[in-house]
């Protein structure tokens, strides 16, 4: 789907549906469409990038990204989520503590857990495993999402 048809395809469909009930104004209205195909492309990209948004939230795993392979052709990749690791043997040594958590996100958390096989407590001992691991950065940049200016 390249975004400049489908943008010039709205467009059109814009100035026809004008020109129907005042032709008049259709072809005064041809004259300034040219100037709004840039803001309909970026609206559009931004409809994608939520779609792919929602998308993600509803898979188990993973996420979608809206990648763009030309300046005109926005793409959805699932990106995989990296495998959970097990929870980490114990030590002999344990804390106990006690979390206060919204029902909305404990619920969440208790299904993600019943997901991927484990009791609530280790499935939360490997989120914070995970998010405590320091990670390498990658060299050069890499950029993610949509940006607006």
């Not at 005064?28 to 195909?37: I, N």
């Not at 040594?93 to 006690?98: F, S």
């Not at 979390?99 to 490997?126: C, F, H, M, T, Y």
Request: proline fraction near 6%.
């Amino acid at each position: 789907m390249k975004l400049s048809t489908v943008t010039q395809e709205i467009l059109s469909d814009l100035q026809s549906a004008v020109r129907g009930i005042e032709p008049a104004l259709g072809d005064r209205l041809a004259q300034v469409l040219p100037l709004a195909s840039g803001t309909v492309s970026v609206r559009l990209l931004g409809l994608v990038t939520d779609l792919s948004a929602e998308l993600s939230g509803v898979l188990p795993t993973g996420q979608v990204e809206v990648r763009l392979t030309s300046a005109e052709t926005p793409e959805l990749v699932y990106v995989a989520a990296e495998p959970a690791p097990i929870a980490p043997a114990d030590d002999g040594e344990q804390a106990r503590v006690t979390l206060r958590l919204p029902l909305g996100l404990k619920e969440r958390a208790e299904r993600a857990a019943e997901d991927a096989g484990l009791s609530l407590n280790s499935w939360i001992v490997n989120q914070l495993t995970d998010g405590l691991r320091s990670r390498p950065r990658e060299a050069g940049h890499r950029l993610r999402g949509f940006g607006k200016a």
